[in-house]
């Protein structure tokens, strides 16, 4: 069995370490992650500037791209095979919600997945890495009890796991979560910078706006590992209907009927 891990907080930071002590015992494992921190890159690729990659003391190699980057370099050339998961984290802080969408660790992940394998997110609910060795001992019984029901190597898959910062007695179960919602988030923030001009600081993630039993939310505040499969088809399939018709109407030249403009403006949220 192998393994490629990656992250999105750098190749030094405690959490992708755990990782690796973690699941070393597991399988055949590399890691291949970003030489600095690249929070909310998602799922960004580079492609007008080199790639250099580099050994570590400790044998880790880094690149300097973002989380995806090191996934797709990792895939196409530089491991040289094809690992049979793909494994990012364990990030400091919660992947949750409308977070899936910026968060680079997802996007390491969901990087593998788009290549066919199997993969899966890691992630601790609160920042600061208390108790990151119940969280690395956690994500080892799900890869193993993974591996032995053989659910690594079939058709690939992506998860998202968010751990709450607990002892590992105190972890409650496993609960399989749809995503919540967020609140818009807060205000940008402003400073004037030493020559006079304005900066801006993109403010903090708004707070839990639905976060019913369910949601992951919901279950990490209840001291659940969450675990959410995820699916790249972003397509509104619900709607795909009503579209089609407003785009036979527009190809006719034809003005909605009175109220649907304002309905289309909803559906689009």
């Given amino acids: ?94 992947n949750m919600g409308d977070d899936t969408i910026y968060s680079g660790t997802v996007g390491a992940a969901m990087e593998g997945y788009l290549f066919g394998i199997p993969a899966i997110a890691f992630s601790q609910v609160e920042k600061g890495w208390a108790h990151l060795d119940a969280a690395g001992a956690t994500a080892r019984q799900l890869v193993q009890q993974l591996i032995s029901q053989q659910h690594v190597g079939a058709a690939p898959w992506l998860l998202n796991v968010n751990i709450p910062n607990r002892p590992l007695d105190a972890l409650k179960p496993i609960k399989v979560c749809r995503l919540g919602r967020r609140h818009a988030a807060e205000r940008v923030i402003t400073q004037t910078s030493p020559r006079g001009e304005t900066m801006y600081w993109i403010g903090s993630a708004g707070a839990a706006k639905d976060d019913a039993e369910g949601t992951d939310f919901h279950a990490a505040l209840q001291g659940h590992v969450c675990l959410t499969p995820l699916k790249v088809d972003l397509t509104d399939h619900d709607h795909l209907g009503y579209w089609a018709q407003t785009a036979a109407r527009m190809a006719a030249g034809r003005a909605p009927a009175g109220g649907e403009a304002g309905r289309a403006a909803g559906t689009a949220v």
């Fill in 1 to 94: 069995m192998k393994i490629l891990i990656c992250n999105d907080d750098g190749f030094q930071a405690p959490g992708i370490v755990a990782l690796y002590e973690a699941l070393r015992t597991v399988a055949d494992v590399e890691v291949v992650a970003p030489e600095h921190n690249n929070s909310a890159k998602s799922n960004a690729l580079t492609l007008h500037s080199p790639l250099y990659v580099h050994h570590a003391s400790n044998g880790f190699r880094y690149v300097n791209g973002t989380p995806a980057d090191c996934v797709h370099v990792a895939l196409t050339g530089l491991l040289g095979y094809r690992p049979d998961l793909v494994v990012s984290g364990i990030n400091n802080g919660a």
